[in-house]
């Protein structure tokens, strides 16, 4: 079994920045995705950023909607993946779930809830 457990959620105001933090734990081997989705209220869970490992390094992947805003980062040493959300809008506001897929199957974390005030 794969635990997740995320943190760092908080309520911040429009322009503020928050790091979200998500640990796995377990039977944790080989990891070839680390990613955040996001659920706002009422909406579809959608993917917000994704590292992908690869031979010639990690590669990243973002939503249009938090290109130059958000960043994420690995370390694989300590399983640990990281979203470094920079100017955040209320449009942000969201429970984000970390998931990664290790073999093909994929894993999520309970989630953290970031709310940004206007």
């Known amino acids: 079994q794969v635990q997740l457990v995320e943190s760092g959620g908080n309520l911040v105001q429009t322009g503020g920045s928050l790091r979200l933090s998500c640990v796995a734990s377990g039977n944790v081997f080989r990891v070839n995705v680390m990613g955040w989705y996001r659920q706002a209220p009422g909406k579809q869970r959608e993917l917000v950023t994704t590292i992908t490992s690869g031979t010639s390094g990690d590669s990243t992947n973002y939503a249009d909607s938090v290109k130059g805003r958000f960043t994420i980062s690995r370390d694989s040493a300590k399983n640990t993946v990281y979203l470094q959300m920079n100017s955040l809008k209320p449009e942000d506001t969201a429970v984000y779930y970390c998931?990664?897929?290790?073999?093909?199957?994929?894993?999520w974390g309970q989630g953290t809830q970031v709310t940004v005030s206007s």
């Open positions: 998931v990664i897929r290790q073999f093909g199957v994929d894993y």
